[in-house]
């Protein structure tokens, strides 16, 4: 049971025995399910006045998570944990089975138990996130409960990180049933990295109704926000509602929100990086340092962007004056076909150099892009193994040759400044992270093996002790190499 999602509740003391009632659940019976492609089920472990348990959990069929618009060869979409941590998805699985608790409108006899304050105790997992821990305790101890945030080890026969990202979370506190339920129906979405369904208007009401009574006064409230709702124009638009202003229609954002099984590489964007109040995004600040880096070069007629994800920078760079030719290389046929409706909006724009979307990966070698002025890999290497990394710029260097090979690649140092759980990274596809140093050292050794000379940068907002955000190097081949 504890492998898959669930969620375990338990009142204890006064009125314990309420629990079932309020539930609209019989304790002696199995409540079992079929619904949205999962089967839920409710189970009562103890039931009596002073103790009552009911452990709810889903099982989604795994065939129904990746159906969906998908080219047959994209495998993308079968690697994801959906499947087994609590998470946005399971929140919409179970919110039928308990519509009578979180609507507080059990059978009239039973009203007065609405209210009641029970002694509750409430254990859900697996969770996974990438808020430290010491985020995570925020979220729930500013509602007044104790929180105890459990991890599994791991032991393997090959180097890799011992201590799971996911966790186990119980929460012990006095709370009404419809209250926790509420809570926990903003936060665990808020928690999940990902969201499995289109962010609309709709998401603005159910917010603001669950939240009723606690979530304008928390703490961490313009977190929740941003970790739900995603986009600006949604924020604005529940600020707007609350204050009672008319909003922006939902459909105003259907072109900025993520479409439904969203993938690892098309939200590539770190919500450690995402959560620090900035008028910019650093995602933003990559793009356009990279584009003015590439402006300034000599030779710029032909660029090759490997990892093009949804074709942003890509597309940035079409209006980057004496740019010919731009090969957007990705490997996600999802990806790639959000790319191409976005440079389909390109053609015809005087001065716009259209890009062409190639597919392909860095593990496979393309003669055809070989030897172009400049190959850009922005925020991809941290997504490869170590040990991997070797051989794909040994490839890049010794077979492709660009004239100009530009990376990025989170500050390790900078996380500190973002207040984030030491070892944690910011994205959980990440396999490392380096300090300046290390990727210093990195690129020096590089120049040593192959005839190239490089150059270090900074993006983002520096501070004294961390420096920059995001590092970058600017890789030049020497003239007399051919």
């Known amino acids: 049971m504890k492998k898959n999602m669930h969620l375990i509740i338990k009142a204890q003391g006064e009125g314990a025995g309420m629990l079932s009632r309020l539930l609209a659940k019989n304790p002696n019976n199995l409540y079992d399910r079929t619904d949205k492609e999962a089967r839920v089920r409710i189970v009562f472990t103890s039931a009596s006045e002073a103790e009552t348990e009911a452990v709810i959990y889903a099982t989604p069929d795994p065939i129904d998570l990746v159906r969906g618009p998908s080219a047959p060869e994209d495998i993308t979409q079968y690697i ?31 009203l007065p138990w609405v209210g009641h304050r029970f002694g509750l105790e409430l254990i859900f997992g697996p969770v996974a996130s990438n808020l430290p821990d010491r985020i995570v305790e925020e979220l729930f101890t500013a509602l ?31 709370q009404t049933l419809q209250t ?22 709709d998401e603005i009401d159910k917010i603001r109704r669950y939240g009723e009574g606690w979530l304008d ?11 739900s709702l995603r986009f600006e124009k949604l924020i604005k638009q529940f600020e707007e509602s609350g204050r009672g202003l008319p909003g922006p229609s939902p459909e105003s954002d259907g072109s900025e929100a993520p479409k439904p099984q969203e993938t690892q590489e098309t939200q590539a964007s770190s919500d450690a990086e995402e959560t620090q109040e900035s008028k910019v995004r650093l995602n933003d600040l990559r793009y356009a340092a990279i584009a003015d880096t590439v402006e300034a070069l000599p030779s710029k007629a032909a660029i090759v ?89 040994e490839t890049i260097l010794a077979e492709y040759a660009p004239k100009v090979l530009i990376l990025t690649t989170p500050n390790k140092e900078y996380n ?40 270090g940068k900074g993006i983002g907002e520096p501070t004294e002790a961390f420096g920059y955000p995001t590092q970058m190097a600017v890789f030049t081949r020497k003239e007399s190499e051919v």
């Open 305 to 393: 962007d490997f990892g093009s994800g949804e074709g942003k920078l890509s597309a940035r760079l079409g209006s980057v004056p004496g740019v010919k030719r731009i090969y957007a290389v990705e490997p996600s046929a999802v990806s790639q076909l959000r790319a191409m409706e976005r440079f389909a909006k390109l053609e015809g724009k005087p001065g716009v150099t259209v890009p062409t979307p190639v597919t392909g990966s860095l593990f496979y070698y393309d003669e055809s892009l070989r030897n172009q002025d400049v190959m850009i890999l922005c925020e991809v290497i941290e997504h490869i193994d170590e040990h991997r990394l070797a051989r794909v710029m």
């Open 416 to 455: 500190e400044f973002y207040e984030m759980e030491a070892g944690t990274m910011r994205h959980n596809d990440h396999r490392f992270e380096w300090s300046r140093r290390q990727f210093s050292d990195w690129c020096s050794a590089w120049c040593e093996r192959y005839s190239y000379s490089v150059e």
């Open 144 to 174: 007044g409960y104790d929180i105890e945030i459990t991890r599994g080890d791991g032991v393997y026969s090959f180097d890799l990180k011992s201590r799971s990202t996911v966790r186990r979370i119980r929460l012990r506190g006095e």
């Open 80 to 110: 994801n944990d959906r499947e087994f941590v609590t998470s946005s998805l399971f929140c919409s699985y179970i919110r039928a089975a308990l519509g009578t608790a979180l609507n507080g409108r059990p059978k009239e006899e039973y």
């Open 180 to 201: 926790a339920l509420r809570q926990l129906f903003v936060l665990i979405p808020a928690l999940d990295d990902y969201k499995h369904y289109f962010i609309s208007g």
């Open 217 to 227: 006064s928390h703490p961490q409230r313009n977190l929740i926000l941003k970790r």
